[in-house]
């Protein structure tokens, strides 16, 4: 054995490794791309720092306008990355708010939230719960930001992510709806794309796909560490002893789930329970038949990713 090779004391395969020195590697979703003006759609983006002292930021989007006193619905985003990699300023999440913002005719705030393992949960909620607070402070034509004062509707305020981000707009939304956090912060709706859910006991097919499972079990415990029990009420909603969902403070849900995805399952378990709360808003689901975890950001053009955002996210805005 080579005792001067570093040795791994934790990794997510093909996702993150951890070394004893405490060096992390990041093995996917690394790369940069500035912000511009996309050719394609006409979307503009910009980098803008919203907490300096955590290094909190976020990239937004513009669509295009048809009116320079236009106002349009307003899209807090959490990208997706397990908690731990990736950002919006990737080519893969820079490239699908593009295609979102152009369809769905919103501004969007795609943020940057510190990550794990070198900031644990509950740094991720911590820190989007802060940017969102942000955001809502340009209200009534208040805030630093040019693009949200002149352009942004408060009153079609939504919530979205992808995966972990999914997770963490349902979190945000539970805490808007705790009159101790969310007073302030009215939003209209979330949108979870293939959330992040899980829990102690397999249901349904997760079971059927050892590998998956083990992956997932591992990764809660992995990112939280204070608290590494996969029934942990911020990663399983619908755990016995945690909060009801009838106060999530939001009036309407879409949940999207993919056929192939370990994670389908909990999608629909959330969908279900939330429908028999008692909480008075509107939920409806989608499923993608023969997809998995996250393929519309792997290959935007394929018809599947297209109906995604051009039949569905429009309608939900």
């Known amino acids: 054995m080579d005792s001067s090779k570093p040795e791994v004391v934790t990794e997510i395969p093909g996702v993150i490794r951890v070394y004893k020195d405490g060096r992390v590697e990041r093995l996917i979703e690394t790369d940069f791309v500035p912000p511009s003006t996309d050719p394609q759609t006409g979307v503009s983006s910009k980098d803008i720092m919203i907490i300096p002292e955590s290094n909190v930021s976020a990239r937004l989007f513009l669509p295009k306008l048809t009116n320079p006193n236009q106002k349009l619905p307003l899209l807090v985003y959490f990208h997706g990355g397990a908690y731990c990699v990736s950002s919006p300023f990737t080519p893969k999440y820079s490239s699908y708010l593009n295609a979102l913002v152009a369809e769905a005719k919103v501004i969007a705030v795609s943020v940057n939230y510190r990550k794990a393992p070198e900031h644990p949960i509950p740094t991720a909620y911590e820190d989007s719960w802060a940017a969102l607070q942000w955001v809502v402070s340009h209200c009534n034509s208040q805030g630093p930001e040019a693009w949200l004062t002149d352009h942004a509707d408060f009153e079609r305020l939504f919530l979205g992510g ?156």
């Open 162 to 317: 992808e995966s972990a981000g999914a997770n963490i707009a349902h979190n945000l939304a539970t805490f808007a709806g705790d009159p101790k956090f969310g007073q302030n912060v009215q939003i209209l709706g979330i949108a979870l794309v293939h959330p992040h859910f899980w829990g102690s006991d397999p249901i349904g097919s997760e079971a059927l796909d050892p590998a998956r499972k083990a992956i997932l079990d591992r990764l809660w415990p992995f990112v939280c560490p204070s608290n590494p029990d996969n029934d942990d009420p911020r990663v399983n909603p619908v755990a016995t002893d945690g909060p009801s969902l009838v106060g999530l403070g939001c009036k309407r849900v879409l949940v999207c789930v993919a056929e192939k995805d370990v994670l389908r399952d909990r999608g629909w378990l959330y969908y279900e329970a939330l429908g028999r709360s008692g909480w008075t808003g509107v939920v409806e689901i989608m499923e993608t038949e023969g997809e998995d975890h996250g393929f519309h950001l792997s290959d935007l053009e394929c018809e599947k990713a297209k109906d995604l955002i051009n039949r569905d996210m429009p309608l939900f805005f």
